[in-house]
């Protein structure tokens, strides 16, 4: 009897931690999330960091697949696909821009996307999304930032004065922009001043 209650909380405690089995779809490139046309199909179970984990890495709630099927997708999905979509919610895999492994939540798909993740570790990322500039070596990095993706798919971190560069055609919004006095922690300040020029575009 007790190895049955033993057995029954040992898979409770497994479904609470990986979830349940979902389905998902597969983007392997920029073009085919714009398009939503997701080109691969697999099951798999999705884990997100722990209360604690998220604490201890600034806020950030990246998600892990796990219990990929088939199983000779795993590494595709782990570290080449651009991005998953379940239902309606897409996550962004982290591992082709910075290096690390799991996948962040889309916070809008607009004229320009935008989500919320880890800074690179490796140099030559930290050049490429804009962490470091070109003359600047490697840095210590630590917690949640802000992405933005360009038209062409491009991953950039978001500064206020990139902000202000992607909102340049907007006298009004360019205006608040420099008003707010934005710093480069006001994450959830740019996001705002995003989706209010993603709405321009729309219209």
Do not use: H
């Not at 999304?129 to 038209?151: F, R, W």
């Amino acid at each position: 009897m007790k190895k049955v209650i033993s057995t029954t909380i040992l898979v409770l405690l497994v479904s609470i931690v990986y979830g349940q089995t979902k389905t998902a779809k597969g983007f392997s490139n920029f073009n085919e999330f714009l398009e939503n046309k997701p080109t691969m199909t697999f099951e798999f179970q999705l884990k997100k960091r722990t209360n604690g984990d998220i604490f201890m890495t600034g806020g950030i709630s990246n998600y892990r697949a796990k219990k990929i099927t088939p199983k000779n997708n795993a590494e595709k999905v782990e570290k080449e696909l651009w991005g998953i979509s379940i239902g309606d919610t897409v996550y962004i895999n982290s591992y082709p821009y910075s290096k690390i492994v799991g996948y962040n939540q889309i916070i809008e798909k607009g004229y320009y996307t935008y989500f919320i993740g880890e800074p690179a570790r490796a140099e030559k990322e930290q050049r490429e999304l804009g962490i470091i500039k070109a003359t600047e070596k490697q840095i210590a990095v630590c917690c949640q930032v802000g992405y933005v993706i360009l038209l062409d798919g491009t991953i950039k971190l978001l500064r206020p004065e990139l902000l202000l560069d992607l909102c340049k055609d907007n006298e009004n919004l360019v205006t608040k922009i420099k008003e707010a006095n934005l710093k480069f922690e006001d994450v959830l300040k740019m996001f705002d001043f995003l989706a209010k020029y993603n709405l321009t575009k729309n219209n």
